[in-house]
């Protein structure tokens, strides 16, 4: 477990993480997102012990980064946004010399470097030198030292930056086997790649914890009273007939639409989803509707929501 507690960072008179606090459990993929300059990465930083805390405290399995650094780094594989690759180096020679670094035992140093090779699909490329290999491949190689020593979370800066869609798939098809052994931190600003592969979010605006919840709770929260539309073909004045019959409506708005067709944004009362009452005042009458329509927030929405300058904190389950 990772607990992060009163973090502050500060350069100069800029403050980058701004008294942030979260807890990290076991057996998750979580998602920490947020525009360009809200933290992330200097949040990362200090989690691996890459950075010194301005104040707080980061907790690695009880372990003090900066106080324990190598119990706590035990715990702990890290792949930066840049990944920290030897270009002159083949593969296998640069897994083996980072095995050593992270004090694998020398007995197992081999047989673990090349099952972490199978694992991220390199060892085709293990004699090759890497700067002689694509940006995807270069990607796989950070997160095979990321892994090694097997560590009961590893931390993903940006993994797929700079990829072409078919390296994404398979960097997120990789991180989705990690997950089934590893706590993984993945750290984006594409919103996609967060709803894709994550089933928790952490949302950070400014440097300030702004979210915390699964991807659906988020969802959920903020769905507030979102208009429902419908389309039929009965003149407005049929239309509101109908309409008038069904408690709960505030106002019903109706627009411009194609030749023959009504169509209607009906807001309603506080947490009062009328669609059923709709559909079924229609058929009473023997009048059918061409469609009928809820916007759901998606979390696209809500980041924009929670990051725009404004935006309300929500700490979700911390």
Known sequence: MIEVKGLVKKYGSHTAVDHLNFRIEKGHIYGL???????????????TGYLGATE?????????ILKEPELAKKSVGYLPEMPPLYMEMKVEEYLMFAAELKKVARN????????????????DVRERLIKNLSKGYRQRVGLAQAVLGFPETIILD?????????????????IRELAKDHTVILSSHILAEIR??????????????????????????FAGNE?????????????????????????????SGDPGITKAVIETDEDTDIREEVFQAFAREDCSLISMYKKQHTLEDIFLRLTQEGGRPHAGNL
């Open 158 to 174: 940006e993994p797929t930056v700079g990829l072409d869609p078919k390296q994404i798939i398979e960097i997120r098809e990789l």
């Open 108 to 123: 197992s140093r081999k047989a673990e470097v090349k099952k972490i090779m199978k694992m991220v699909k390199i060892y």
């Open 227 to 255: 208009p429902v539309e419908i389309e039929t073909r009965l003149l407005p004045e049929r239309t509101e007939e109908i309409l008038s019959g069904i408690s709960g409506i505030q106002k019903v708005t109706y627009l």
């Open 56 to 64: 707080g405290e980061v907790l690695i399995d009880g372990h003090d």
């Open 33 to 47: 997102l947020g525009p360009n300059g809200a933290g992330k990465s200097t949040t990362m930083n200090i989690m």
């Open 196 to 221: 894709e592969v994550c089933d928790y979010i952490i949302i950070i605006s400014q440097g300030k914890l702004v979210a915390s919840d699964t991807p659906e709770n988020l969802e959920r929260q």
